[in-house]
């Protein structure tokens, strides 16, 4: 049975009414009662709100206009029904009601001290973590089901925003990525060439450039490069979509997010990774052999048929089997921060900034682990 908001009044000796509200006082609940409370006569000096069970905007307004009209003072409000009064009226909170919550929350802290303070931190941040798993367990549900669906009607993925990706964050980055690497080239051959000179190994800088280009360096820097670039990117534009509803609207005409955003930026991750690593390779042995020909007088074509001599071919693997797995970790951090962006547009700014660090994170501890065990399977 429905429970009615109502209420009671009680006449000073000087003739000025107080009223106490009671009930749930929300837009279900109202029914009559304005009408009623405008139909009160005299003077009305205080409305009291403590025995109200819930509170919403239409009981903000009907709490707020009697109180002008009236001139009554409000007392007794919950910290919901203060904020939604404060909303309806447009100004700040009352001072007496500010100081009182304030007070009160100021007793409170201090009754519970340090340890209790530091127990409700902790588990605060614990049930934080753990409701970041269930969701990231969600979305990793949500878009295994989505690539079941388009493996079982191919037809509905959408080849146009694959191709869009991969233009923007293959072919785009790959100036960037050209220039990066034949710096780090560069960089590696020179100290390298000063380092071994003290024992007349200076030869040798044409392997440890050619194995850690095309082994480590090439696909990490590109990882790396490839997170602050275009993870950010990913969580920005989902993100913004998801902050100006298009995610909401595209649910509601029967097209699944997943399928239409995700989806094509994982597979072009996926893809576009392995080219940019081998490419960011190839530019930065160029690098070394550039450098190589004033600081060892070796020449271009020389260094660079070095390095066919001394690269075994399983570097070249080492780094093709890495750059998917980098490129999925990356996508799937940039679009699951971008699904989670809720409230405001500073949201996408701490969301795009969390995806960046937890993609480049998830990158080197992946790199550390493969470093390991390529070189217990006799890959090192």
Known sequence: MREWADFTTETAKDGAISIALSGPLCVSSVGRIDTRLRAIEGQVEAIDLTKVEDFDTVGAWIVVRLSEERGAKITGGSEKATRLIAAVRGDHIDEDLTDQTSA????????RGWPSRTV???????TGYLEGITKLVGFLGA????MGALIAHPRRFRIIALVRQIQLSGVGALPIVGLMSFL???VIAQQGAVQLRQFGAEIYTVNLTGRLSMRELGILMTAIMFAGRSGSSFAA???T?????????MRTIGVSPMEALVVPRIVAALLIMPLLGFYAAVLAIIGGAFISMFALDIPFFTFLIRIREVVPLHDIWVGLIKAPLFGLIIALAGCYQGMQVQGNSE???LRTTVAVVQGIFAVIVLDAFFAVFFTEVGWG
């Open 104 to 111: 009160d929350a100021s007793s409170e802290a201090a009754a």
């Open 120 to 126: 409700q931190k902790l588990g605060s941040i614990v």
């Open 143 to 146: 878009l295994i089901i989505a």
């Open 184 to 186: 780090i080239g560069i």
């Open 237 to 239: 534009q989902i993100g």
């Open 241 to 249: 979509m998801k902050l100006t509803e298009e995610i909401d609207a």
């Open 347 to 349: 949201e996408v700014g």
